[in-house]
């Protein structure tokens, strides 16, 4: 978002701040072969499949090598053959396409499944319904991470629906669903794990992570949430970045040194791999 | 050779194309239990799948499963329903080849049938072709004939982005040949003539042959040539110069309205025609700018006797 506002690329950027830990966590329990769509928002889904920040930046800048040609936006850019398939459509439609993965998995007879994220705001649009009676009903493997950071864009959820979690809308479709607490990677992954052997043994699954959005909705939006102040204050003290961190440091894996430095050392890298890859224009 | 009808020509395309191609799916409702009995029986019901009444998603999930390298029929039971995966439609399929810089292909068929003529009324007797005719990457098949309707299937297959499949239903029972080999998405030159050349698509191109016929009994023998276009998107518009520079008169035949689809596109593709290859201005007889009522829709709609009359016109 800072290159943004420094003019250094003309992309909307969707920040997801906050909710790191769920993409994140979610791919790390992935195996070879099974595919994600991530949403505009899942920035992270990108990382966790492996694909390079130089990559990614390339669809942001139109570099020559751009392996897209920078014709989607930069947010749904895709590597399909990585296992990261594009989500580009409009909010909802990208979780049908997902169940047209675990479809293709299914009648393959592959042991892969196929991974949607997306945001609470997705509950209002039909498609989640069709894809999640569709999957039930044919007992896809398909895994639907809902990023739950209980906003749509400047709405708070209660504004626009009765229930916080999306679980008890997901269960009567056939979904196995957990809730999952979206700032704690370890949750996440174990729930990932588990959604995975749930999925390939003939249930798809619902995770409902549980988060919230502590940056802007996207860089062009710039809404006000007024009241907010002690949210963002919980949310900070829940960071799943910090979590994390305390979590190394507690078990004696790093040592709060060693967490400072690895964070100089990527802020670099990644200032290094923007420079690395303008130079390419 | 032996003739079949459209609405046969159609399930042997699928039955062919469901033969030769083991990762190709069908998505519609109510399938293995009736319409597609014997191909469910034959192939299974992991390959022709019953899905609930979610249009939306199941053109989705057709772009899925093509990223992962299938081949896709999804059967939608009217034309109408088109509104219901518009969105699908252009969002999710249309783009998908263009967005991934063509390293994912949706060789999708969206199989769309006009049901003019049963009674469904305004919410059902749609022909809703040219709402889509703006959008890139989406081919458009509205065939004319049998040979047209089996050909146009098995090449939509082929090709890297989707294809909306207007069949008319109003011609299910028309029969003739199939041509031995697959035309590429070339029109069709259906009845040659010198003297006056119409163009139609679809249930249209089957009402110019029959005009040509009706024209050749009433001493116009020889005069009419027809141009079923087949494809209307992309649209061949070689044999449709070709064809109108030869005759120097146009009819274009179309059942929607005039704001709209191949008639009007065609009628300005004329243009790049060389001066002076028109005896005069080509002609568009087009369906009524309203919605068809249930209870007759042919007064609204090109019928034998208003094509005959106007190509009798430009024929004097």
Known sequence: MRWEHEKKHPAQTFPSKGQEAIAIGTCLALEQGDDVLPSFRTRGAMIGMGIGIEEQLREFLHTPSAVGDARDAPHHASWPERGVMPGSTMIGGHLAMAAGVALANQTDGASNVSVAFFGDGTLGSGDLHETMHIAGSWRLPLILVCENNGWEMATPWPKVRQQRSLIPYAEPFGLASRQVDGNDAMDVYQSARWARATALGGQPVFLDCLTFRMGLYSSHFGEVRPGIENDLAEAAKRDPLKRLGDWLISNGMASADDLARLQRVEERRIEAAFAHVAAEL | ?316
């Open chain 2, 1 to 316: 050779m032996s003739l079949i009808n459209y609405r046969d020509a159609v399930g042997k395309a699928l039955q062919d194309s469901m033969r030769e191609e083991p990762r190709l799916i069908v998505i519609g409702q109510n399938l293995a239990a009736h319409a597609l009995k014997p191909l469910a029986e034959t192939y299974g019901l992991d390959r022709v799948r019953d899905c609930s009444i979610s249009e939306s998603a199941m053109v989705g999930m057709a772009v899925g499963a093509a990223m992962k390298g299938m081949k896709v029929v999804v059967m939608i039971a009217y034309a109408d329903i088109a509104t219901v995966c518009h969105m699908a439609i252009v969002q999710s399929a249309a783009k998908l080849h263009y967005l991934t810089n063509g390293r994912l292909h949706c060789p999708v068929i969206i199989r769309l049938p006009i049901a003019r003529f049963r009674g469904h009324g305004p919410e059902g007797n749609e022909v809703g072709v040219s709402w889509f005719y703006n959008v890139p990457d989406l081919n458009i098949a509205m065939p004319g004939s049998p040979s047209q309707a089996y050909w146009s299937f098995r090449e939509a297959l082929t090709r890297p982005t989707p294809t909306l499949f207007f069949e008319d239903r109003s011609i299910h029972l028309r029969a003739g040949e199939l041509a031995a080999n697959n035309p590429g998405g070339r029109a069709a030159i259906t009845r040659a003539g010198e003297r006056l050349t119409i163009i139609g698509a679809g249930r249209a191109a089957a009402l110019a042959e029959d005009a040509a016929d009706e024209l050749s009994k009433r001493g116009f023998g020889g005069a009419v040539e027809v141009v079923s276009l087949g494809f209307i998107k992309p649209c061949d518009t070689e044999t449709v110069l070709n064809s109108a520079g030869k005759t120097g008169r146009v009819l274009i035949v179309q059942d929607e309205p005039e704001w709209a689809g191949y008639a009007p596109y065609v009628r300005c593709a004329l243009d790049r025609l060389p001066p002076g290859s028109l005896a005069m201005a080509p002609r568009m007889l087009v369906g009524a700018d309203q919605y068809l009522p249930y209870w007759d829709e042919r007064p609204f709609l090109p019928s034998l006797e208003n094509v005959v009359s106007a190509a009798t016109e430009l024929l004097k």
